[in-house]
Nanobody, 124 residues
Framework: QVQLVEVGGGLVQAGGSLRLSCAASGRTFSWYGMAWFRQAPGKEREFVAAISWNGGITYYADFVKDRFTISRDNAQITAYLQMNGLEPEDTGVYYC?????????????????WGQGTQVTVSS
């Protein structure tokens, strides 16, 4: 079992930055692919970014446009999402997810464990 806890959300003005952290439990964290998804009010959950087990492969949604960076520290069993240039359209609940697939998968069904989510609100 893997438990995930996200922190770092909050209210920020457009153009600002936030860094989300996802602390994981479990000794097998380093073998899991990790990802961030988000869900805006009234919309479906969507893929944001993913990273492979060793950080060697990363994928991003097109709307990220080089603004976000996903990373991980296996020694600290934590994954991160650095978000710069935030826009009001980035508002939503951000979820961390872990997959037994060590690659950087990009669909919801690939992920086995989910955090509770952290709210990100970007004001214009």
């Amino acid at each position: 079992q893997v438990q995930l806890v996200e922190v770092g959300g909050g209210l920020v003005q457009a153009g600002g930055s936030l860094r989300l952290s996802c602390a994981a439990s479990g000794r097998t964290f380093s073998w899991y692919g990790m990802a961030w998804f988000r869900q805006a009010p009234g919309k479906e959950r969507e893929f944001v970014a993913a990273i492979s087990w060793n950080g060697g492969i990363t994928y991003y949604a097109d709307f990220v446009k080089d603004r976000f960076t996903i990373s991980r520290d296996n020694a600290q069993i934590t994954a991160y999402l650095q978000m710069n240039g935030l826009e009001p359209e980035d508002t939503g609940v951000y979820y961390c997810a872990a997959s037994r697939n060590p690659a950087a998968a990009r669909t919801i069904v690939d992920y086995d464990y989910w955090g509770q989510g952290t709210q990100v609100t970007v004001s214009s």
